[in-house]
C-alpha cells in the first residue's frame, strides 16, 4: 500500500524552463511534507518543505504547493538549470519522525 | 566532516555471511535513523532512535536485522546471514531531535549479496 505516489519515473525539461514534479498521497494524517533531492552515490538532500496549515511555501527558484482536497502536492523549479538534475523525492509524515517516501522522479534538464 | 558518514560505501558478501554496516551522524544530533532503498524504489524506514529512549524497529524486516547505537553516537546495522534480497543501499540519516522533520543522510552503503 502505497501511501506517497509519485507517478512519473522521469520528467525531462529543457533548461530555462518550468519544471513541475508532482506527488499524490493518500493518507489524510500527514500533516508534514518534504522534497529532497538526490544525486547519484550520495544520500538525499532536503530541499524544501511545508506544513498542512499552508497551501504555499517558496524558497528561492523552489516553490511547493500543496492542495489538501486532492491529497496532491507539487514542486515547481523555475527556472531549471543544469545543476538540478537529480532524482526528487517527495516525503510525508504524520507521527512527526517517520518520513513515509515516494518512489522518486529522475529529473533531466536538457541543455 | 560536519556531515553524516557511513561506513563502508559497498560492500559485497556472500549469501549467509553476516555484514555490519556503521554510521557516524552529525555531532549534535539526538535522532537517527536507517533506511534502505531498493533498485528503482523510495526509502523503507527501518529503524529509528532518540536520544536513550526504546528504538522504534517497526520497519525492521526481519529478526536477522538489528541496529545498536551507543548514547547519541555511532550506530551499527547488523544483517545476519544475508540473503540475495537483502541487496541495496543502506543510508542513514541524522537529525536535530524527533521534532525536527529534516533529516540529513550519509551517502549511504551500497550492500550486494551474491
Known amino acids: 500500500d502505497q501511501q506517497v505516489k509519485q507517478n512519473s519515473p522521469s520528467l525531462s525539461v529543457q533548461e530555462g524552463r518550468i519544471s513541475i514534479l508532482n506527488c499524490d498521497y493518500t493518507n489524510s494524517m500527514f500533516d508534514y511534507f518534504l522534497w529532497y533531492k538526490k544525486y547519484p552515490a550520495e544520500g538525499p538532500t532536503f530541499l524544501i518543505s511545508?506544513?498542512?496549515i499552508k497551501d504555499k511555501n517558496e524558497d528561492g527558484r523552489f516553490t511547493v504547493f500543496l492542495n489538501k482536497s486532492a491529497k496532491h502536492l507539487s514542486l515547481h523549479i523555475v527556472p531549471s538549470q543544469p545543476g538540478d538534475s537529480a532524482v526528487y523525492f517527495c516525503?510525508?509524515?504524520?507521527?512527526?519522525?517517520?518520513?513515509?517516501w515516494g518512489a522518486g522522479t529522475k529529473l533531466i534538464i536538457k541543455p | 566532516g560536519a556531515g553524516v558518514s557511513q561506513s563502508p560505501s559497498n560492500k559485497v558478501t556472500e549469501k549467509g555471511k553476516d555484514v555490519e554496516l556503521r554510521c557516524d551522524p552529525i555531532s549534535g544530533h539526538t535522532a537517527l535513523y536507517w533506511y534502505r532503498q531498493r533498485l528503482g524504489q523510495g526509502l523503507e524506514f527501518l529503524i529509528y532512535?532518540?536520544?536513550?529512549?526504546?528504538?522504534?524497529k517497526s520497519g525492521l524486516p526481519s529478526d536477522r536485522f538489528s541496529a545498536e547505537r551507543t548514547g547519541e553516537s555511532v550506530s551499527t546495522l547488523t544483517i545476519q546471514r544475508t540473503q540475495q534480497e537483502d541487496s541495496a543501499v543502506y543510508l542513514c540519516a541524522s537529525s536535530l531531535d524527533a521534532r525536527v522533520y529534516e533529516q540529513y543522510f550519509g551517502p549511504g552503503t551500497r550492500l550486494t549479496v551474491t
Open positions: 516525503a510525508a509524515s504524520a507521527l512527526g519522525y517517520q518520513l513515509i
Open positions: 532512535f532518540q536520544g536513550n529512549s526504546a528504538p522504534d
Open positions: 511545508i506544513s498542512s
